[in-house]
Each structure stands twice: as C-alpha cells, then as structure tokens.
C-alpha cells in the first residue's frame, strides 16, 4: 500500500498512461497474434498455419522477394545518405541547417500523400509503375532516417582523429575507408534498423507504386486477414516479427564488435 | 726550426680536419636548422593568430614553444604539421619548403593533447597504423611496434582495448604510435596537460629520457612555464601571435626581454624605475647599484627582481636594509615561505626559507646582479589621429573632445595627427556603455603599487592603462578620456 503511494507521489506515475495505453494496444495483441498463430479456427492448439506457409511457395517467394528489396532499399540508402551525411557534417553550421531542414521537411508531408505525389510524378514523366518505382519510392520514403544518424555520428567524431590519421601518413581516401568509416558504423548501424525494419513490412507504397502488381510480404498478411484467415494471417506476422528481432539482435551484436574494436583491416 | 712551427701545426690542423672531414660535415648538419619558419602569419577570418613569426629549428634540438592560451602557440606547431596553411610565409623542413603540402606527406608526427588513438583500434593496431599505410612487411612491423612499445614502457600492453587504459598509458601509446614512424621531427601539442601533477612530472622525465635516446627533433607546445624550464634546450615564449623572446631557460628566467615574459615565467616584482645613469637605477624613491648599462641617463625603464633574489631580515639590522617594510602576509610554500612585504607604498613578493609573520618589520636587501633592466617598450599611449575641428580630435575610430587646437597654420597637416595620452590619464568605465569606446582587458601586470593593463579597443588597437582598480582578464571595460589629458602633435 505505502508502496503504491509512493508510485503515484513519484514522478514515474506520469507513465502510467502510456503504460496502460501500451499493454492493451501493444502486448496484449502480440499475445493475440501468438496465440493465433499457434490455433485453428475452432480453437484447437496446432503448428498447420506454419506448415502451410512452408509448403506454398508463392507464399515464400514473396517472403524472400521483400526481403531483397529491402536489403535493396537499405543498401541504397546508405550509398546515397552517406555522402549527404558526410556534407552535411562538414559544412558550415548555418548553412547545413538550411541543408538539413530541406532533407527533413519532406518527413513533414504524409507518407501516404507522398507515395500518391511519386505516382503522379511517374505518371507526369511516363516512366512505368513497377519494381524500379517501388525501390525508388520506399529510398525517397526512407532516407531521412538514414541520413540522420549518420550525420548525428559524422558530426560528433572528434576531427583530432582524422587529424591523427593524416599525421601518419594516411591519404583522403585512406583516412576515410580507415577511420572515417568505421568509426561511423554505429550511425550506419542505427540508421540500418530504422529503414530495414519497416521496408519488409511495407505493403501501401508497394501497392500504390506498383499498381498491385508486385505484392510483398506486408500486402499477403493483409490480404490474409482481410480474408478472414484471422490464423494464417498471425502466423505470418509472428514469422515477419521473428525476423525483425533476429535482425536487431544481429545488429546490437555488431554494434558490440565496433566497440571492442573489430578488425577492419 | 722554431721558426717553422706555426706552419707546422697549421699543416697538422689541416690533415686532421681531413681525416675527419666526414666528422665534420655530420657536424654541420647537427647545426643545420631542421625547420624554418619564415615571416609566417595566419589570419582567422578578420582575427590574427599569428603576426610575422619567423622561427629556426637546429635538428636534435628540444623546443618547447610557451605561452598563455590563445596566443598561437597551437596554431603554429599546427602549421608545421599541416593541419593549417599559413596566410603568409613559408615554412621549410629540412631545407625543403612544405608550406603547401599536406599532412600525410610531412615528415612530421604529432602527439595530440587528447590522445586521439582510434577508439576502434587495439593498442598494436593504433600503433602500427602508420606502418600498415607505409605497407611494410608483418614481421618488421611487429618488431617494431614491439620496440616502440618498450619504449614507452608499455610492454604486454598490445592487445588491449585503448578505451580501457588510463591517461597516462593512452598518453604512453599515442607517444609510442608517433615514434614508431621514426619521424625527424616529434610536435607535441599539450601532451601532459590532462594529467595529473604526479603523473606530469614523471612523463616529464621520461619525455627528456626518450628525446635524448632517439636523438629527434621535439617540438613542444605547453602553457606550463616549469614544465618549459625543465625540459627544454630552447624555449619560444609566444604571446598575441608574436614571439617574444628565444633563449635558452637560464636566458629567458634571468634576463627576460620584456615585462611580459618576466611576468610569464616564474614569479617576479615588476617596478617602474628610471635609469639615473649606467649601473645605477632609482626605483621606490631609492638608488641601487645594477650591472645595466647603456639605457642612457634619466631613462624610465621596468625593473624586474624575483622574490628569491631578495634577502630579508629583521628590521633591527637596519643599517643593512635598502628597503624597509612591513610584511602584509605569509604562506607557507612547502619548500619556501611567500611573503608581500609593503615597502613606501610598493608590494613586493619575496621568497625566504624562515617566515616573517604578517605585520613584522623587516628589511630588504638585493644584490645589483640580481637587479634586471628592462628597457620600456613605450611610455605613454600613442595613435594616429586627425582633426576634426579647433575642439574635436579623431582617433581610435572615435571622435574626443580636445583642449583648444589653433589650427590657423593651414601648411600643417591635420589630417595626420599624433595624439599622446598618459598610461593613467585612462578612464576605465565599468559600464561599456559610458565610454566613449569599448575594449576587452587582455593582460594585466601588477607594478607593486598599481596595475598595468592591456586593453584591446574595439577599433583593434591596443590601449594601455595604469589604474589601481582590479579589473580581470576578459572584462568589457568603457574607455574615456578627459579633454585636457590628449596631447596633440602635428607629425
């Protein structure tokens, strides 16, 4: 009792709130989706929606198929949100404000609304809806969470090391591949899981881009459910969630490694 | 026979200085300046870091370049590394002028202040960095990381995470990651001042150990004067991006230049003082003997003695005493006792082994050797100016009121005016808005009985000021002067 008071005097009672908010929209549909995914329709405990996904290859295709744009996206985004992380970081206080404010602002607009623009784009320049405008809408969609990271490490990487590096010897192009980079791999590691997570479970932009033509696995969740298949339908997500929490734990490994000092050489 | 042996020895000198001609010519290049600065400056947008330095470096050579922060000390060692160009000037090592070149192809290293080892490196990997970019073969490589490693003390230390070392061995292996490139000159930008006292001092002789086993070039920068005097061969004291003084520490401890650079190093009384006539100097309202001469007769010049170099008694021994005071406060020093002894209205500190109790009479004597002249730099202000009509002067960016100028003669020149104001005919105003310019105080030098103040106008031209009011470095003061304290020349 004395203790509950204590609770609500504190300033922690400010979460409980969201506390509530998150067990009755958050955990208590994740226990939802395992048990589900783990029953048939009449309620009896089974492992067929699993098999089921295992034996339809279509389903699989395109559980594989997103996972390669999502790499592909990924990948884009970081070859093209280095670089303007890099300048970002470089330039002058003033100026890479006005920068970042540009590459922000467009965050500012629904992702929905800019999907529906990047058609009317494509539709105005007659390029085809297809696999290219989906990779080049979701790196549009994407990139600000790319870029921001990065440029959040870039800029707090103390210059001395770069000054060190050239000191011994190192080139422009050796300082970065040899200091520059490595020692920016937790921003690029973040700034992974922030693209890479919701890239796979995407299904809108793909719709959209792609006039339903390329579907991923996002789309065949919700096509499921919408189905009615309440079962199948969790079954998958728990699959999607499992892969999303192999790649996080994947990703706090690596970010173990840069700390104590991988062997980039 | 007699006769002949000059030419003797002379032909004897000669087959010598051949049979040791290579000898000699090692000698030379000993002797050689390893790196030349000349006339270099460097601008900061519209701020000036360093003003027309030139600088000469014999190789072999330990230099430490000195000064208060800010006065470009950092930003000369940075320009020899090739972090920065030069706005002006050039700087040549050995023999060969780099000005331009970039860093990676100096034949320079340099041990940062903060350490700056690669966090995702090993202790052996930081090390080896520069070996690795000069693709040398694995096994020279370890052999010499090993080497370097011993050097520095850190033996068994390779594999280890730099992150989870101290101060001291971070500082140890960023020594060890400069000199395993074995380059001809080691910059040194701070390397000791993030550590603590104890561990400064013991680095300290290990630094002047290492600079002797290697026999390279050190270039040190610190802010540290003890740390300056004990290390180095020569000491550059740098101050407002110019240097002040080079000399060897016995040079610059005992005959500073300027009252800066007394002032700097060590502790030491500054007085104001007039040259009656060669070896005597009046100072305190009292004659002393002194070894100076040549100022000339009846000259103001600064007069510098260190507390060490004045005795101090009992004031019952008073036909001894030059100078007769009270002691206004004693603090024990550990090895000495600080004592302000107020002497006819003048302070001086003074440095004994046995302590005078504050309010005890004493006496004071010392010797004319230990008396140092300094000739005044100048004696009053003085800036360009111009007329602006028979009562209003322009000058430091400013109109002043003026005493009445006749300026009927129109053959003169009253558009290119030298105006003379007095060090204490100076107003400092507390409130920057009051005056009629304002400046920042950027040095301060206590003359016993009054302070001396630089005071940097906004017009950025140096002011300077003679008060007794206690400002502190970096205040915003209000500048004034009153009509009849500007005297006007015709040039």
Same mark, same amino acid.
């Given at each position: 009792?004395?203790?509950?008071?204590?609770?609500?005097?504190?300033?922690?009672?400010?979460?409980?709130?969201?506390?509530?908010?998150?067990?009755?929209?958050?955990?208590?549909?994740?226990?939802?989706?395992?048990?589900?995914?783990?029953?048939?329709?009449?309620?009896?405990?089974?492992?067929?929606?699993?098999?089921?996904?295992?034996?339809?290859?279509?389903?699989?295709?395109? +559980?594989?198929?997103?996972?390669?744009? &999502?790499?592909?996206?990924?990948?884009?985004?970081?070859?093209?949100?280095?670089?303007?992380?890099?300048?970002?970081?470089?330039?002058?206080?003033?100026?890479? @404000?006005?920068?970042?404010?540009?590459?922000?602002?467009?965050?500012?607009?629904?992702?929905?609304?800019?999907?529906?623009?990047?058609?009317?784009?494509?539709?105005?320049?007659?390029?085809?809806?297809?696999?290219?405008?989906?990779?080049?809408?979701?790196?549009?969609?994407? /990139?600000? %969470?790319?870029?921001?990271?990065?440029?959040?490490?870039?800029?707090?990487?103390?210059?001395?090391?770069?000054?060190?590096?050239?000191?011994?010897?190192?080139?422009?192009?050796?300082?970065?591949?040899?200091?520059? !980079?490595?020692?920016?791999?937790?921003?690029?590691?973040?700034?992974?899981?922030?693209?890479?997570?919701?890239? /796979?479970?995407? +299904?809108?932009?793909?719709?959209?881009?792609?006039?339903?033509?390329?579907?991923?696995?996002?789309?065949?969740?919700?096509?499921?459910?919408?189905?009615?298949?309440?079962?199948?339908?969790?079954?998958?997500?728990?699959?999607?969630? +499992?892969?999303?929490?192999?790649?996080?734990? %994947?990703?706090?490994?690596?970010?173990?490694?840069?700390?104590?000092?991988?062997?980039?050489? | 026979?007699?006769?002949?042996?000059?030419?003797?020895?002379?032909?004897?000198?000669?087959?010598?200085?051949?049979?040791?001609?290579?000898?000699?010519?090692?000698?030379?290049?000993?002797?050689?300046?390893?790196?030349?600065?000349?006339?270099?400056?460097?601008?900061?947008?519209?701020?000036? &870091?360093?003003?027309?330095?030139?600088?000469?470096?014999? @190789?072999?050579? %330990?230099?430490?370049?000195?000064?208060?922060?800010?006065?470009?000390?950092?930003?000369?060692?940075?320009?020899?590394?090739?972090?920065?160009?030069?706005?002006?000037?050039?700087?040549?090592?050995?023999?060969?002028?780099?000005?331009?070149?970039?860093?990676? @192809?100096?034949?320079?290293?340099?041990?940062?202040?903060?350490?700056?080892?690669?966090?995702?490196?090993?202790?052996?990997?930081?090390? &080896?960095?520069?070996?690795?970019?000069?693709?040398?073969?694995?096994?020279?490589?370890?052999?010499?990381?090993?080497?370097?490693?011993?050097?520095?003390?850190?033996?068994?230390?390779?594999? =280890?995470?730099?992150?989870?070392?101290?101060?001291?061995?971070?500082?140890?292996?960023?020594?060890?990651?400069?000199?395993?490139?074995?380059?001809?000159?080691?910059?040194?930008?701070?390397?000791?001042?993030? !550590?603590?006292?104890?561990?400064?001092?013991?680095?300290?002789?290990?630094?002047?150990?290492?600079?002797?086993?290697?026999?390279?070039?050190?270039?040190? *920068?610190?802010?540290?004067?003890?740390?300056?005097?004990?290390?180095?061969?020569?000491?550059?004291?740098?101050?407002?991006?110019?240097?002040?003084?080079?000399?060897?520490?016995?040079?610059?401890?005992?005959?500073?230049?300027?009252? +800066?650079?007394?002032?700097?190093?060590?502790?030491?009384?500054?007085?104001?003082?007039?040259?009656?006539?060669? =070896?005597?100097?009046?100072?305190?309202?009292?004659?002393?003997?002194?070894?100076?001469?040549?100022?000339?007769?009846?000259?103001?010049?600064? $007069?510098?003695?260190?507390?060490?170099?004045?005795?101090?008694?009992?004031?019952?021994?008073?036909?001894?005493?030059?100078?007769?005071?009270?002691?206004?406060?004693?603090?024990?020093?550990?090895?000495?006792?600080?004592?302000?002894?107020?002497?006819?209205?003048?302070?001086? *500190? *003074?440095? #004994?082994?046995?302590?005078?109790?504050?309010?005890?009479?004493?006496?004071?004597?010392?010797?004319? %050797?230990?008396?140092?002249?300094?000739?005044?730099?100048?004696?009053?202000?003085?800036?360009?100016?111009?007329?602006? #009509?028979?009562?209003? $002067?322009?000058?430091?960016?400013?109109?002043?009121?003026?005493?009445?100028?006749?300026?009927?003669?129109?053959?003169?020149?009253?558009?290119?005016?030298?105006?003379?104001?007095?060090?204490?005919?100076?107003?400092?105003?507390?409130?920057?808005?009051?005056?009629?310019?304002?400046?920042?105080?950027?040095? /301060?030098?206590?003359?016993?009985?009054?302070?001396?103040?630089?005071? !940097?106008?906004?017009?950025?031209?140096?002011?300077?000021?003679?008060?007794?009011?206690?400002?502190?470095?970096?205040?915003?003061?209000?500048?004034?002067?009153?009509?009849?304290?500007?005297?006007?020349?015709?040039?």
């Amino acid at each position: 009792m004395n203790k509950l008071r204590l609770f609500f005097a504190s300033r922690k009672s400010w979460t409980l709130p969201y506390l509530i908010f998150s067990v009755v929209f958050v955990v208590i549909p994740l226990l939802l989706i395992v048990v589900y995914a783990f029953t048939d329709e009449a309620g009896n405990l089974t492992l067929a929606n699993f098999s089921k996904f295992f034996a339809h290859p279509e389903a699989v295709n395109t +559980f594989v198929y997103s996972i390669g744009i &999502a790499i592909l996206t990924t990948v884009g985004c970081i070859l093209l949100g280095y670089p303007a992380a890099w300048i970002l970081s470089r330039s002058s206080s003033g100026y890479s @404000k006005t920068l970042i404010m540009l590459f922000i602002l467009p965050m500012w607009v629904n992702i929905l609304v800019r999907t529906l623009a990047t058609v009317a784009l494509f539709d105005f320049a007659r390029l085809p809806l297809g696999e290219g405008a989906l990779i080049f809408g979701m790196i549009y969609n994407f /990139i600000p %969470f790319m870029i921001y990271p990065i440029y959040d490490t870039l800029q707090k990487m103390d210059k001395s090391y770069i000054e060190a590096a050239q000191d011994l010897g190192a080139s422009s192009a050796q300082v970065f591949w040899k200091v520059v !980079l490595p020692l920016s791999m937790p921003g690029i590691i973040s700034g992974v899981m922030m693209v890479f997570m919701p890239t /796979i479970s995407t +299904f809108a932009i793909a719709e959209l881009l792609t006039m339903n033509n390329i579907k991923l696995f996002g789309t065949t969740i919700q096509e499921n459910i919408n189905n009615s298949l309440w079962n199948y339908g969790a079954a998958l997500s728990l699959i999607m969630l +499992f892969l999303i929490a192999a790649t996080s734990v %994947f990703n706090t490994d690596g970010n173990d490694n840069s700390k104590r000092g991988g062997e980039p050489w | 026979m007699e006769e002949s042996l000059p030419v003797f020895v002379f032909w004897n000198e000669l087959k010598c200085n051949f049979a040791t001609g290579f000898y000699f010519r090692e000698m030379q290049s000993e002797n050689r300046p390893i790196i030349e600065v000349k006339n270099v400056s460097k601008y900061f947008d519209d701020k000036t &870091a360093l003003d027309n330095v030139s600088l000469s470096i014999r @190789k072999g050579e %330990f230099v430490t370049i000195l000064g208060p922060s800010g006065c470009g000390k950092t930003t000369l060692l940075r320009l020899i590394a090739g972090f920065q160009t030069a706005s002006e000037g050039t700087i040549l090592i050995n023999g060969k002028e780099i000005t331009q070149t970039p860093p990676h @192809k100096r034949p320079v290293n340099t041990v940062f202040q903060k350490y700056a080892l690669f966090p995702h490196l090993n202790v052996y990997d930081n090390i &080896a960095f520069g070996l690795k970019l000069k693709k040398m073969p694995k096994a020279e490589m370890t052999r010499k990381v090993m080497a370097a490693l011993k050097m520095v003390g850190m033996t068994d230390y390779e594999y =280890r995470d730099v992150n989870s070392l101290s101060g001291g061995q971070q500082q140890r292996v960023a020594i060890a990651r400069a000199i395993v490139n074995e380059p001809e000159v080691l910059l040194l930008d701070e390397p000791l001042a993030a !550590l603590d006292l104890k561990m400064r001092k013991d680095m300290q002789m290990e630094l002047k150990e290492m600079h002797k086993t290697l026999g390279i070039t050190f270039v040190y *920068v610190t802010h540290d004067q003890e740390e300056a005097l004990t290390l180095s061969d020569t000491i550059v004291v740098m101050s407002e991006g110019k240097i002040q003084q080079i000399g060897t520490p016995t040079d610059i401890y005992n005959e500073p230049v300027n009252a +800066f650079v007394a002032d700097f190093i060590g502790e030491s009384n500054i007085l104001n003082g007039t040259m009656v006539r060669d =070896r005597l100097v009046n100072f305190c309202g009292k004659d002393f003997e002194c070894v100076d001469e040549g100022f000339g007769e009846d000259v103001p010049v600064d $007069v510098v003695i260190r507390p060490e170099d004045l005795y101090i008694f009992p004031a019952s021994d008073r036909t001894k005493a030059q100078l007769q005071g009270r002691v206004q406060s004693c603090i024990f020093k550990g090895v000495h006792y600080e004592m302000v002894v107020l002497c006819d209205g003048y302070e001086f *500190v *003074v440095q #004994d082994y046995h302590a005078f109790e504050a309010g005890m009479e004493v006496g004071l004597i010392v010797k004319p %050797f230990d008396i140092h002249i300094m000739k005044k730099e100048r004696i009053c202000n003085t800036f360009e100016g111009r007329m602006i #009509d028979e009562n209003h $002067v322009e000058f430091l960016g400013c109109e002043f009121e003026c005493a009445h100028v006749d300026m009927s003669d129109k053959s003169k020149d009253w558009e290119h005016l030298s105006i003379e104001v007095d060090f204490d005919k100076i107003d400092l105003l507390d409130d920057s808005e009051d005056g009629i310019l304002t400046g920042e105080v950027k040095f /301060i030098l206590y003359k016993g009985n009054h302070y001396h103040l630089t005071v !940097l106008s906004d017009w950025d031209e140096d002011v300077y000021v003679d008060t007794n009011d206690v400002w502190d470095d970096g205040d915003r003061v209000g500048i004034s002067v009153r009509p009849e304290d500007i005297r006007v020349t015709v040039k």
